[in-house]
């Protein structure tokens, strides 16, 4: 490792829920961070927060699933804030449906944004942090991996997510780079709700409900799986790599 390798992240997704909770906590760690999200109002107003606060950070509007855009967006991080070393893949869409009625646009949508989304931010970032010979890479995968009906695009693009997370590891653990995922249960944030609604149940009846099945009887907050993040990023962590830590108040793996 460099002597004092670069101290900045890229999270995506980062203009609300999970995303802007582990942008704010890396900020807290004392990294500089680059807020990215296809809302890029949302991500400048959350990096002016930071700021504020006494930390720095930028907003970067970024669509994850084009290659030239995401590499422009990541050069933008290099040259304002300097070399990424932490990169935290978390953007992500749903489009429910159960098989027969999903759509091929249901389909490919979800895997650029999660998969194809995570391939390149982290083929991009990937320089920087084979340059220092020190980097982190978390991938948010999901409970989903393991099987949820009517999300066969979304469990299948988590579960791929899995097998990206392990073969990173394997090719950039001699560069110093460790590369883990985590696999959130039911987290409270705008996309539950959004489910929710779409099946006609009350958001704290629709989160009673999923606490009475969870071991620890209750549901997720972001600042949860920050809290893991934060650790995997951090120079303690450094001989976890390939792993897939479910962040779901009980065991489901």
Known sequence: MTDSPSRVAIVTGAGRGIGSAIATR?????????LADLDEAAVKTAA????????RAIGVGVDVSDS?????????????????????NNAGITRDNLLFKMTESDWDSVMNVHLRGSFLMSRAAQKYMTQQNWG?????????????????NYAAAKAGLQGFTKTLAIELGKFGVTVNAIAPGFIETDMTAATAERLGVPFEEFKKAAAA?????????????????????????????????YVAGGPKA
């Open 26 to 34: 890396l900020a807290s760690d004392g990294f500089a961070v680059a």
């Open 48 to 55: 002016e927060a930071i700021t504020a606060d006494g930390g």
């Open 68 to 88: 030239e855009a995401v590499d422009a967006a990541v050069a933008t991080v290099a040259d304002e804030l300097g070399a990424p070393t932490v990169l935290v």
């Open 136 to 152: 982190r890479i978390v991938n948010l995968s999901s409970t989903s991996a393991l099987g949820n009906r009517g999300q066969a």
């Open 213 to 245: 099945e969870i071991p620890v009887r209750r549901v997720g907050k972001p600042s949860d799986i920050a809290n893991v993040v934060s650790f995997l990023v951090s120079d303690e962590a450094s001989f976890v790599s390939g792993q897939v830590i």
